[in-house]
Structure formats: C-alpha cells, structure tokens
C-alpha cells in the first residue's frame, strides 16, 4: 500500500513539474526579440502558420503578410489552398481586399465578382466591392453597386461612410 501511494505521489509531482515546464518553456518573445527584422518576420510568419491550421480566415490572414510584404509566391500559394477547397464568399472578399490593397485591381475583380455571384443579396459585399471599383476609376459600376446595397439598407452607417471615403481615396475595411 505504502508503494502505491509513493507511485502516486511522485506521478503527481513528476505530471505537475511536467505541466509548469510546458507553461514556462513556451516564450512568444523568441520568435523577435533580439532578431532582424527579416529574420522575426520569418519566425512570427513561421508559428502564425502552425497556429493558423486549417482555419481559412487564419491563412488568408498569413498570406496577407506574405503577399503585401513581397512573398507573392508564398502568399499566393496560401490563397490557392484556400480557394481549392470549399471556399466562403467572406474569404474571397478578404483574398480580393489583398490583391486590391497590392494595387492588383486586375486579379482582384474576378475574386469580387465571384464573392457577390455567391450571395447577391450581400449589402456590405456589394458596398464593398463598389467601393473598390469607385477606386480604380469605374464609378458607374461602383454607384450600380450602392444602388443595390442602399436599397437593401438605407439607413447603415457604415454603406454612407465607406461610399463616401472612396470618393476621396480611402480605402474600405
């Protein structure tokens, strides 16, 4: 009896060195402190897309870095899995924020159109992607497209707010 109680007892303390080990081991700031800048973006980059998972908004999320940063490659592969799969109209209009944002207006219209073909009764998407196309010069599409979104909701603020900052260069969000 006595031998099972100092079994346990010291499985107790060896599992609970074991947990407090894991939760000291683990430092966020390793993976920057002290690095080039370079250097920390591959390290962050590196765990965000361990952490990301499978989760789609996660490693848009990722490849967004990749893609803005200079890795087209790395990030346009990131959006490719994302979009090879069974893909939300949510992450195709967070991937068409992207190549919009890169000044890729030509690779981001189709993204678009897909998002909205998916749901055409989407106010914000429909704002949204007017807004994108007040800013690269097609206002006639993109005043077509707050048509739709105003009807279906005349009174959000965001839809007055947004259309009006692209009428002065700012960008949606």
Request: proline share 3%; with cysteine; charged share 25%.
């Amino acid at each position: 009896m006595k031998r099972t109680v100092v079994v346990a007892l010291v499985s107790f303390v060896l599992g609970g060195l074991a947990v407090h080990a894991a939760k000291t081991v683990f430092d966020p700031k390793a993976y920057y402190a002290g690095k080039e800048p370079k250097e920390a973006v591959a390290a962050l980059l590196a765990r965000a897309e361990t952490i990301a998972g499978d989760g789609s908004w996660e490693r848009i999320g990722v490849g967004r870095v990749y893609y803005l940063s200079g890795d087209k490659a790395k990030g346009q592969a990131i959006f490719d899995g994302v979009i090879g799969g069974k893909v939300a109209k949510s992450d195709l209009y967070r991937i068409g924020d992207v190549y919009a944002t890169a000044g890729e207006w030509d690779k981001a219209k189709p993204i678009y159109e897909r998002a909205i073909s998916m749901d055409p009764e989407d106010d914000r998407g429909l704002l949204r992607v007017g807004c994108w196309y007040n800013l690269n010069g097609d206002r006639a599409h993109a005043e077509a497209l707050f048509d739709k979104a105003f009807a279906r909701s005349p009174n959000e603020i965001w839809h007055y707010a947004l259309a009006a900052g692209s009428y002065e260069g700012v960008k949606p969000f």
